[in-house]
C-alpha cells in the first residue's frame, strides 16, 4: 500500500489542493487511531518536525522493539539537529536505537545531550528526571552487556530498576532479567535474585513474553 499511497501523494502534488493542510489532518488521524508511525510519516510530508517529533518521541521506542530500526533512524535523519537537542527524551529514544545497530559511541553521545539537557534544567520535576535517568542507565546497562562488562551491566541494571515506575514494563523485564543472567554467572542465591526471578516471570507473563515464562 506504500506504493499506492506514494502515487496519490504525487498527484496531489500536482493538483490545487493545500497538500500541507490535508498531510497535516491525516496524521491527526492516524494519531488519533493509534497508528503513530502513519501519524510520523504525514507529519514529516507536511513539513512539520515539530509535531513529528513528538510522535518519534513517542513511538520511536517501540517501532525499533517491533524490528524497524531502520524506519526509525530514518526519521531522525529528517530532523534537525537543535530540534532533538531540544527534546532530552528523543534523544533518549535515538540512543537506544542507536544501540541496536552496533553505534555505542553515539549511542552514548546522545545519552549525554539528554543530560546535559538535565543538567541546564534545573527545575525539572523529579518524576521526569528520575524516568530519564532510569532510560539512559538501562541503555547503557545493554551496552555493557553487549561488551560482556556484566559487572558494570548489574550495576546500571539495579539503578535503572530502582528509578523507573512500573509502567516501564518491557524495559523492567529485560533488565531483570541480566540480573538473573548475575545469579546464573556467580551462583549466589539471595532474596533480591528470588524477588528479581519472580518479578521477571510475572511480568512476562503480563507481557507475553512466552520464551520469559519458560526461562
Given at each position: 500500500h506504500?506504493?499506492?499511497r506514494?502515487v496519490?501523494?504525487?498527484?496531489?502534488h500536482?493538483?490545487?489542493?493545500d497538500?500541507?493542510?490535508?498531510?497535516?489532518?491525516?496524521?491527526?488521524?492516524?494519531?488519533?487511531?493509534?497508528?503513530?508511525d502513519?501519524a510520523?510519516?504525514?507529519?514529516?510530508?507536511?513539513?512539520?518536525?515539530e509535531?513529528?517529533?513528538?510522535?518519534?518521541?513517542?513511538?520511536?521506542?517501540?517501532?525499533?522493539q517491533?524490528?524497524?530500526?531502520?524506519?526509525?533512524l530514518?526519521?531522525?535523519?529528517?530532523l534537525?539537529e537543535?530540534?532533538?537537542?531540544?527534546?532530552?527524551?528523543l534523544?533518549?529514544?535515538?540512543?537506544?536505537?542507536?544501540t541496536?545497530?552496533?553505534q555505542?559511541?553515539?549511542?552514548?553521545?546522545?545519552?549525554?545531550?539528554?543530560?546535559n539537557w538535565l543538567q541546564?534544567?534545573?527545575d525539572?520535576?523529579?518524576e521526569?528526571?528520575?524516568?530519564?535517568r532510569?532510560?539512559?542507565?538501562?541503555?547503557?546497562s545493554e551496552?555493557?552487556?553487549?561488551?560482556s562488562?556484566?559487572v558494570?551491566?548489574?550495576t546500571?541494571a539495579?539503578?535503572?530498576l530502582?528509578?523507573?515506575?512500573?509502567?516501564e514494563?518491557?524495559?523492567?523485564?529485560?533488565?531483570?532479567?541480566?540480573?538473573l543472567l548475575?545469579f546464573?554467572?556467580?551462583?549466589?542465591?539471595t532474596?533480591?535474585a528470588?524477588?528479581?526471578?519472580?518479578e521477571?516471570?510475572a511480568?512476562?507473563?503480563?507481557?507475553?513474553?512466552?520464551?520469559?515464562?519458560?526461562n
Open positions: 506504500h506504493l499506492f506514494d496519490l501523494t504525487q498527484r496531489l500536482n493538483s490545487n489542493i497538500v500541507t493542510a490535508l498531510f497535516r489532518r491525516a496524521s491527526d488521524w492516524y494519531e488519533r487511531h493509534d497508528k503513530l502513519e510520523v510519516h504525514f507529519a514529516l510530508s507536511a513539513g512539520d518536525v509535531r513529528a517529533a513528538a510522535l518519534i518521541e513517542a513511538c520511536g521506542t517501540t517501532v525499533g517491533t524490528g524497524r530500526i531502520q524506519q526509525a530514518g526519521w531522525f535523519n529528517t534537525p537543535a530540534l532533538v537537542l531540544s527534546r532530552p527524551d534523544c533518549i529514544v535515538h540512543a537506544g536505537l542507536l541496536h545497530v552496533s555505542p559511541d553515539a549511542a552514548e553521545a546522545r545519552m549525554q545531550d539528554a543530560e541546564s534544567q534545573p525539572t520535576p523529579i521526569r528526571v528520575n524516568i530519564m532510569g532510560r539512559i542507565a538501562a541503555i547503557r551496552l555493557a552487556r553487549s561488551k562488562d556484566f558494570r551491566c548489574f546500571l539495579r539503578q535503572a530502582a528509578l523507573l515506575p512500573a509502567s514494563v518491557v524495559t523492567r523485564e529485560r533488565l531483570s532479567s541480566y540480573l548475575d546464573v554467572l556467580t551462583g549466589n542465591v532474596l533480591e528470588e524477588r528479581r526471578q519472580t521477571w516471570v511480568s512476562a507473563r503480563q507481557s507475553g513474553n512466552f520464551v520469559g515464562q519458560v
